[in-house]
C-alpha cells in the first residue's frame, strides 16, 4: 500500500507539473522532477538565450538596485531607473565643482559652459551625427521638444499635419498649432502609410523645378509606448522622397523616447528632420530634461516669436525690436538651461556605454520575448487563454514592451485596476491604463470616439481607472523591461498572473 501511495503522489506532482508549466521548449516537464519550475525555466532560458542575455546585469541590479530590493520593477518605459553608482558620480562632481550661470563671464560660468559644450558633444557621438549639419536643443523632455515643433514651425494654410494613429498625445498636441494657422491634418494607421508610399514610390517624378515651398510635417514613433510595436525607419527617407502628398515639401518627426533606452539610434543613417528624447526614459536621471535633435536648415526655418533669457543678443523696452543669438540651440534654449541636469547626463551616458546599446537591446529582446511566450501559454483548467495581448505583431514582441489585459474562466475581463492595485500588493512596479496614446486605445480596444468622450466624464488622466463599456475594457497592463531587468523580473510576474489569475 506505501509503495502504490508513493506511485499515485507522484504521479499526481506530474500531471500538475504538466498542467500548470510551459510545453516544449521552455519548460522540460521530463526534468520537473529534479528541480524547481524556476531553476528549469532559467536552465531552458539560458539555452535559448545564452549568448544574447547579459548575466553581467544581475549582479549589477543587486548592487545598484539595492533600493528595490525585494521588488519587481517593470515599468522602464514609463522611467529608466538611476544606478546607485551614477549618483555617487553626479554628487562628487557637484561638491568637487563650483558651477555658475553659463550666461555669465566668471570662472563658475566658464566651467559651466565647457560642462555644456562636453555634453553635446557626447550626444553627437551617441546618435553619430555631425555639429555641421545638427543643432542639439536642450528642453525639458521630449514633449517640451515637441511643443517647440509645433509652437514655432512655419505653418501655411496650406501645410499639412500628418501622424501615425498610435502616437503619444504630446505629438498629436501639435495638430492644434497647425490647425490654428489653417492646417490640415490627418490620423493614419500602419498600412495607410504603407499603401501611400508604395503608390508614390511607383508614380514617383523628380520634379525639375525642384520642391514646393509650402512645409508639410509628417510624425511617427520609432516605437511605440503602448505595444513596444517598432516602425520602419526606412519611412524617414521616403517620405522626405516621395512625400505623402503633392505640393509640400515634407519634413519628418522622430519620437525616440520610447526607442532609444534600448535600441541604438544612428541618426546619420536615419536622418529625420526633427528627433526628440527623453533622458530620465534612457537612464533614469536627470528628470525633466531632453533634447530637440534638428537638421540646422530645418531649424533655422522655424518662425519663433518668444524670446527669453539668454535667447536674445539684444532687446528694446518701448519697440518690437529684438535681436536673437543666430546659433539654433542658444537661439531656442529660453533663460537659463538646466545646467546641472545637463552636466549629469555624462554619467548616465556612461552606464549605457558601459555596456553597449546592441547588447542592451539583445539582453531586452530575449527578456521580451521569453515572457511573452512564457504568458502565451498560460491556461484556464478549462483550456481558456488567461492573458490576451495587444499590438499589431508580424511577429511576437521583442521590443521590450508587452502589453495585455487577463481574462477570467468565461472569457470576460479582469479590471486592469484590480491587477493593478494587486500587483502593487506584492510589491510588482507596472502599469495600467492607455499611456496617454488614444489611438492605440481606440484601435486595440475597440474603442469609438463616443464611446472615449463618455468615458472622459469619469476621469481625470489617461492611467484612471472606469469601468467597461459593453464588456470592453478601458484600458490595459503594460510590463516593459530595461537594460537593469534580469531574469528574476520575468519569474516575478509569471508567478503573479499564474497564482492569482488562473483558475
Known amino acids: 500500500m506505501r509503495i502504490l501511495f508513493i506511485l499515485l503522489l507522484f504521479l499526481s506532482i506530474k500531471t500538475n507539473l504538466i498542467h500548470f508549466c510551459l510545453a516544449g521548449n521552455f519548460l522540460d516537464v521530463n526534468n520537473a522532477a529534479n528541480g524547481g519550475e524556476h531553476e528549469i525555466l532559467y536552465s531552458n532560458f539560458l539555452k535559448e538565450f545564452g549568448n544574447d542575455y547579459n548575466k553581467q546585469v544581475e549582479e549589477i541590479s543587486r548592487v545598484e538596485l539595492n533600493r528595490f530590493k525585494g521588488q519587481t520593477y517593470l515599468d522602464y518605459t514609463g522611467s529608466g531607473l538611476y544606478q546607485k553608482s551614477q549618483l555617487e558620480e553626479i ?29 553635446r558633444e557626447l550626444l553627437f557621438s551617441f546618435f553619430n551625427i555631425s555639429k555641421d549639419t545638427h543643432t542639439i536643443i536642450f528642453t525639458g523632455g521630449a514633449t517640451g521638444g515637441l511643443k517647440l515643433i509645433g509652437e514655432d514651425f512655419p505653418w501655411t494654410k496650406q501645410s499639412k499635419f500628418y501622424y501615425t494613429r498610435v502616437n503619444h498625445n504630446s505629438v498629436l498636441g501639435i495638430r492644434e498649432y497647425a490647425v490654428s494657422k489653417g492646417a490640415e491634418f490627418r490620423a493614419l494607421s500602419f498600412n495607410d502609410i504603407e499603401k501611400i508610399l508604395a503608390q508614390r514610390e511607383k508614380d514617383y517624378k523628380e520634379k525639375k523645378d525642384g ?26 527617407k521616403q517620405v522626405q522622397k516621395y512625400g505623402l502628398s503633392d ?5 519628418v518627426i522622430l519620437d525616440a523616447a520610447a526607442m532609444v533606452p534600448t535600441e541604438k ?12 528624447v527623453s533622458f530620465y526614459k534612457m537612464f533614469g536621471y536627470p528628470t525633466g530634461l ?22 536674445v543678443v539684444m532687446a528694446s523696452c518701448d519697440s518690437r525690436w529684438c535681436k536673437m543669438h ?30 553597449g546599446m546592441d547588447k542592451i537591446n539583445k539582453h531586452v529582446s530575449s527578456l521580451t520575448l521569453f515572457t511573452f511566450n512564457l504568458l502565451s501559454q498560460l491556461r484556464h483548467f478549462s483550456g481558456g487563454s488567461v492573458v490576451h495581448f495587444y499590438g499589431r505583431f ?39 491604463g492607455c499611456f496617454c496614446n488614444p489611438g492605440a486605445c481606440q484601435d486595440y480596444l475597440g474603442l469609438t470616439l463616443e464611446e472615449i ?11 484612471d481607472p472606469a469601468a467597461g463599456l459593453a464588456g470592453k475594457p478601458l484600458g490595459s497592463i503594460r510590463i516593459s523591461f530595461g537594460y537593469l531587468s534580469t531574469f528574476n523580473d520575468v519569474l516575478a510576474i509569471y508567478d503573479f498572473i499564474k497564482t492569482n489569475f488562473v483558475h
Request: hydrophobic share 35%; charged share 20%; aromatic share 12%.
Open 91 to 119: 554628487y562628487t562632481d557637484f561638491i568637487n565643482n563650483a558651477y555658475g550661470n553659463a550666461h555669465s563671464r566668471n570662472p563658475s560660468a566658464e566651467l559651466t559652459n565647457r560642462k555644456l559644450s562636453e555634453a
Open 211 to 236: 520642391k514646393s515651398e509650402n512645409l508639410c510635417l509628417f510624425a511617427f514613433p520609432g516605437k511605440d509606448n503602448f505595444s513596444g510595436e517598432k516602425y520602419p525607419l526606412k519611412w524617414i
Open 247 to 251: 505640393d509640400c515639401d515634407w519634413k
Open 265 to 276: 539610434l544612428d541618426i546619420s543613417e536615419n536622418s529625420a528632420d526633427f528627433v526628440v
Open 290 to 311: 531632453g533634447a530637440l535633435i534638428s537638421k540646422t536648415d530645418q531649424v533655422n526655418k522655424f518662425n519663433k516669436l518668444y524670446f527669453g533669457g539668454g535667447t
Open 326 to 355: 543666430e546659433n539654433p540651440s542658444a537661439k531656442f534654449e529660453d533663460g537659463t538651461v538646466s545646467f546641472l541636469s545637463i552636466v549629469s547626463l555624462k554619467y548616465g551616458l556612461n552606464k549605457l556605454q558601459s555596456i
Open 394 to 432: 508580424a511577429s511576437p514582441p521583442t521590443g521590450g514592451i508587452i502589453n495585455f489585459n487577463l481574462l477570467k474562466p468565461d472569457g470576460t475581463f479582469v479590471h486592469y485596476f484590480k491587477v493593478e492595485q494587486m500587483a502593487s500588493d506584492s510589491n510588482i512596479h507596472l502599469r495600467t
Open 453 to 463: 468622450q463618455i468615458t472622459s466624464e469619469v476621469k481625470n488622466s489617461c492611467s
